[in-house]
């Protein structure tokens, strides 16, 4: 499909830059697909809190969220080569060894396989809050890989004690990274290491939320996908057939899919909290709908035509244009359908992308909430 069927207008003043206090007096949009009208713009809206979600789902319905934890992915380092120094940031993408991280490198010209960076640095130790790396591999678009001279639980320490948030760039480009954006910038539920991004619809939950989901007898269940920063980029390729996906690993326990497996055969529904957790899901689940244990890397890529085979609704936050979210949300419930939901948005002053507003979706074919 063409690109630019996914563009719209965003004013900047939409772009939100810190997220609702508390987290779940953001605003919901309720978006329906109306009836027949996949083709054109049009939308069964509502507007809502993320606060009125327990009356907006059934009892026995289950949520899934990402429990992953987003590490300060984000480090500013200084290469030397003899006594020549730079300056160069990175943003670390994916973990490929024990002491290896790929990363985008800001400017990256200034960089060559060999060179030596170090990170937090007055002479101090590892412990201390300094780190070195060598550039052991130089890609394409500002990717290189960088071989720690730390590994394992010290190399994690390390890049704790150096790094920053990795602040999505349409915010990090206004406004630096800040000891708030540690808590906020993670869910509640956080457990697993290894994301570079958060999974932003997930940043609503409060344990008050989580509370009045279980009064009403909502299930909540857990997988993990290490988000990595391509999730968020716009596609660049004129046609969506030649754009490619960075792969990021994920899980889902045997439990948890038992548990899903059991929410469906009893008739309740699936709801992904967030793109990420829907990503995860389908790719695990099978052309039957059922959902297996797994482990692994996805690159799934998901665009209008693909047929949904584990979740029934998804929570997620609004997206930046062309990207693959925006892809994804229309695949679900519609390209006229979001187009309308987006224009509504827009007009009604809703806040986008990380630290954003939330919408609830359902497909053409959903039936509405008792």
Same mark, same amino acid.
């Given at each position: 499909m063409r690109t630019d069927l996914f563009d719209f207008e965003l004013p900047d003043s939409a772009i939100a830059l810190r997220p609702a206090e508390p987290r779940d007096s953001a605003r919901l949009l309720v978006v329906h697909p109306v009836k027949g009208g996949c083709a054109r713009d049009d939308a069964d809206l509502s507007d809502k809190t993320v606060r009125d979600l327990p009356g907006l789902l059934n009892p026995g319905d289950a949520l899934v969220f990402n429990d992953t934890r987003v590490i300060p992915a984000a480090l500013s380092g200084v290469r030397t080569r003899g006594d020549v120094q730079a300056k160069v940031d990175f943003n670390l993408t994916k973990q490929v060894g024990d002491s290896s991280w790929r990363a985008f490198a800001r400017p990256a010209k200034r960089l060559e396989v060999g060179d030596r960076v170090h990170f937090g640095h007055s002479g101090e130790s590892c412990f201390l809050g300094a780190i =070195?790396? /060598? $550039?052991?591999?130089? &890609?394409?678009a500002g990717e290189v890989e960088l071989a720690f001279d730390y590994a394992g639980s #010290? !190399?994690? =320490? %390390?890049?704790?004690? #150096?790094g920053v948030m990795p602040l999505p760039p349409y915010i990090a480009l206004k406004r630096g990274a800040d000891d708030r954006d540690r808590q906020s910038y993670q869910t509640v539920y956080a457990k697993n290491d290894g994301a570079v991004a958060a999974p932003t619809a997930g940043l609503h939950f409060t344990p008050e939320l989580f509370a009045a !989901?279980?009064?009403?007898g909502i299930s909540r269940h857990f997988v993990t996908l290490h988000v990595g920063p391509g999730t968020f980029l716009p596609v660049k390729a004129d046609d969506t057939s030649e754009h490619k996906m960075h792969s990021e690993w994920g899980e889902i326990s045997a439990e948890t899919a038992a548990a899903l497996n059991e929410t469906r055969a009893r &008739? &309740?529904?699936? #709801? %992904? $909290?967030? /793109? /990420?957790? !829907?990503? #995860?899901?389908e790719s695990a689940a099978g052309d039957d709908g059922r959902i297996p244990a797994w482990s692994g890397d996805t690159s799934i890529f998901i665009t209008p035509g693909y047929r949904f085979k584990a979740i029934d609704a998804l929570m997620t936050n609004f997206h930046l244009p062309r990207s693959t979210l925006f892809m994804l949300v229309a695949a679900f419930s519609g390209l006229g359908t979001m187009r309308a939901a987006y224009g509504h948005a827009i007009h009604s002053g809703y806040r986008f992308y990380s630290y954003g507003d939330a919408s609830l979706l359902f497909p053409a074919d959903a039936e509405p909430s008792t």
């Open positions: =070195d790396a /060598t $550039v052991s591999a130089k &890609g394409e #010290v !190399l994690d =320490d %390390a890049i704790r004690a #150096v !989901l279980d009064a009403r &008739g &309740g529904r699936i #709801v %992904a $909290v967030g /793109t /990420t957790s !829907l990503r #995860v899901l």
